[in-house]
């Protein structure tokens, strides 16, 4: 695609719910990042991969976040038993090296 | 290892200049500049990748001193398209890989 695809746009999780978030990089883009928002603070970074291997994710805030990305390509954040302070923007970015990030629109995650 | 931004918030007059600082504790080997309106994806600005670099486009423009491990982003003649909130991005390099980090956050309102 032309850009950075993520899905949902938003997600409505009852808390306690398991949530899984896609991201379609663009195409032969190696690296990968995943950042959370909250409103009015900077995307903070969960976690990075090159192509399918996962490099850094000390940034997950607890072993309930997890990420992957089988194939090098799409990857999906999932996080599991839902908490209200995992509310924020889910952004992916996207690089072809450690060079310009594009970004996806993010999902919206409310937990309710 | 996050950057530290000031300052917090601009206000501005269509036509009047800022300039927004991102500054580390760590070596920068890099820095990236970005700017999210409300609602919106970040977009990319411009990376510098040598100490003393600068660049620009339009009006914005941003130097890099890397021995005093700091970038500045200027914005000259401000339009009120400028309006929207600055990132800068560092690099957080470690044996797993080149992640990148953002600050968080300059928020610039520009006014008629």
């Known amino acids: 695609g032309a850009g950075v695809s993520q899905s949902p746009r938003y997600k409505v999780a009852k808390r306690g719910q398991d949530v899984a978030l896609r991201c379609d990089p663009i195409?032969?883009?190696?690296?990968l990042f995943w950042y959370q928002q909250a409103l009015g603070q900077g995307p903070e970074f969960l976690t990075y991969?090159?192509?399918?291997?996962?490099?850094?994710k000390s940034g997950l805030p607890s072993d309930r976040f997890f990420a992957e990305r089988p194939e090098g390509s799409v990857s999906t954040l999932k996080i599991q038993r839902t908490q209200q302070e995992d509310s924020a923007v889910y952004l992916c970015?996207?690089?072809?090296?450690?060079?310009?990030?594009?970004f996806g629109q993010g999902t919206r995650l409310t937990v309710v | 290892q996050q950057p530290v931004q000031s300052p917090q918030a601009v206000i501005l007059r269509e036509g009047e200049d800022a300039v927004i600082n991102c500054s580390s504790s760590?070596?920068?080997?890099?820095v990236h500049w970005y700017r999210q309106k409300h609602g919106e994806a970040p977009v990319f600005l411009m990376i510098?990748?040598?100490?003393?670099e600068q660049k620009g486009h339009d009006k914005i423009s941003a130097s890099f001193n890397e021995k005093k491990q700091q970038s500045s982003l200027y914005l000259t003649a401000s339009q009120l398209s400028y309006s929207g909130t600055y990132f800068c991005?560092?690099?957080?390099?470690?044996?797993?890989?080149?992640?990148?980090?953002f600050g968080k956050g300059t928020t610039l309102s520009v006014s008629s």
């Open positions: 970015a996207s690089s072809l090296d450690q060079g310009r990030a594009f």
């Open positions: 195409s032969g883009h190696v690296s």
């Open positions: 991969f090159q192509n399918e291997a996962q490099l850094d």
């Open positions: 760590k070596a920068l080997y890099s």
């Open positions: 510098l990748l040598k100490g003393g």
């Open positions: 991005g560092t690099e957080k390099i470690s044996q797993a890989g080149t992640a990148l980090i």
